[in-house]
């Protein structure tokens, strides 16, 4: 039987994330453990390891994934790439294809492109012969040298996303076809546009347009695989930005035509895929006389998007405001729950509430009392995995429930207030920090979900960030950004 070898690395960054990512953010597993982690879950690597098993032996190597934070200072990226080229280099000979399963956005303060690294040194390892094949997020940024060392790829095609497990089958998928013998084309297109926005809603929003013409021509087997990437507008790296490609073999006709024609729609509709934002004041009037569940979304400190979590901007201003509705928001401050551990459940204390990794952020007095204290164990709602938030604290001041957590997590769902024992629907006001969550966790219950233009490092406002290394001009960093449709060939 052939053997197959996995392995994971990924992490999403906001480089305007003041805090870097140590080696500790990273979630490690091994071996068996990283079958086990993955295997029957609907994961990225899950949906890979459903295909694969099927065919092959799998060799399980390591696994390295960190919640999206700040670029990774340089002992965690030397420690994670030398743990990753052990864990890998002792299957050197013994190897008939290899599966990695990647984000594509993540940076080191001294290296820009961790997964391009990653993939040449895997490549220089393995030699020519053995086929790479990765999956993506599309918020990845596919890098040339990506391109250069891995073979072929798949790409979510759902934002919010909701086939990770899809997009590892069909990597898995690509990676038996390799190692039958197919030789691949590798087609893309580069667009200097950065986006963000309800547009880019795949079910809803005029990308999705784009991402069903890649689909359709997947299904009908006009192509073996396509993807189109939006980048991460945080992630400053030199070669950001949107992107498309297409990857054929010999039976298939080179769709030259139709990939021109897809890249250039995106381009058309750039002004309409910017965020509408809503100044809290002006958010404010209307949530006076709203009845119902109103959501504030604060994607300006999204940290699944890399930032802090620590922002106490919407807080801060209901209660300066004297909003007396019930409000929920989820905050990260671990010397916050460290205090609210010192002086236990049930008891009262005056806290410094965020700004504690962020120094946008000044920190804000309020009267708390303790509520709940966990581990911060829970289950990620969206994809039915462990996750740990650090120690964490529920606090109540008046009519404001705060769930603090000690390490930035993931908030695109419900599982940090479900995992507090808390259900959100009893509340008036809810802070979301996530640009968009799937329907069913907020937007169809609630009355409306208005989206704040609050100061942070994963502002849709993206003239607020400062971009110092990505290529320029950029659309909309520079309004009169000119597009030359050019198409970029590979063939292996
Ligand atoms: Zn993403």
């Not at 992490?11 to 982690?37: C, G, K, R």
């Not at 006709?253 to 058309?268: D, L, Q, S, V």
């Amino acid at each position: 039987m052939k053997k197959i070898l996995i392995a994971e690395i990924a992490q999403e960054v906001s480089t305007f994330n003041p805090v870097q990512t140590n080696y500790d953010a990273f979630q490690i597993h091994h071996n068996e453990n990283l079958f086990d982690y993955h295997n029957r879950k609907p994961t990225q690597m899950g949906g890979a390891i459903k295909v694969l098993k099927k065919y092959f032996h799998i060799v399980p190597t390591i696994g390295a994934r960190a919640t999206s934070a700040g670029p990774m200072s340089e002992d965690c990226w030397e420690k994670i790439s030398t743990e990753y080229l052990q864990n890998i280099k002792i299957h050197k000979e013994n190897i008939d294809g290899i599966y990695l399963s990647l984000h594509g956005a993540m940076q080191g303060v001294s290296e820009n492109d961790p997964e391009g690294w990653i993939l040449k040194k895997t490549r220089e390892i393995f030699g020519k012969s053995i086929p790479i094949v990765f999956s993506m997020d599309l918020h990845g940024i596919l890098t040339k040298k990506m391109i250069t060392y891995g073979d072929a790829f798949t790409s979510f095609h759902t934002y919010p996303h909701i086939d990770f497990f899809d997009t590892g089958k069909r990597a898995a998928e690509l990676l038996r076809y390799m190692i039958s013998g197919a030789k691949l084309t590798i087609s893309r297109i580069r667009i200097p546009a950065l986006v963000r926005g309800n547009e880019l809603i795949t079910e809803t929003g005029c990308f999705g347009d784009q991402i069903n013409k890649i689909k359709k021509l997947e299904e009908t087997k006009q192509i073996i695989s396509g993807g189109f990437h939006i980048g991460n507008p945080f992630t400053d790296v030199p070669e950001l930005c949107s992107q498309i490609y297409f990857i054929y073999d010999k039976y298939h006709k080179k769709n030259n035509e139709e990939i021109k024609t897809i890249a250039e729609e995106f381009w058309n509709n750039r002004a309409r895929m910017q965020s509408n934002l809503i100044d809290i004041g002006e958010a404010y009037k209307n949530s006076k006389v709203t009845e119902g569940t109103i959501i504030y979304t604060d994607a300006a400190d999204a940290p699944s998007s890399g930032a802090a979590g620590d922002s106490n901007y919407i807080i801060k201003f209901l209660h300066q405001k004297k909003y007396n509705k019930k409000v929920l928001a989820p905050i990260t401050d671990p010397a916050l729950v460290q205090k609210a551990i010192d002086f236990g459940f049930d008891n009262e204390f005056i806290g410094q509430l965020g700004g504690y990794f962020d120094k946008r952020f000044k920190p804000y007095e309020m009267k708390f009392k303790v509520r709940f204290i966990s581990d911060g164990d829970h289950i990620e709602e969206s994809r039915n995995v462990k996750r740990n938030s650090g120690k964490t604290a529920v606090l109540i001041s008046e009519n404001f429930t705060i769930v603090c957590t000690s390490k930035p997590i993931s908030l695109f769902d419900r599982s940090v207030f479900l995992g507090a024992g808390i259900d959100p629907k009893k509340y008036d006001l809810i802070v979301v920090k996530s640009p968009h969550c799937r329907p069913e966790f907020f937007d169809e219950w609630s009355q409306i979900n208005l989206n704040i233009d609050a100061p942070g490092s994963t502002s849709a406002n993206l003239h607020s960030l400062g971009h110092k290394i990505c290529e320029r001009p950029i659309y909309p960093l520079e309004e009169n950004t000119k597009f030359d449709l050019l198409i970029e060939e590979k063939t292996i």
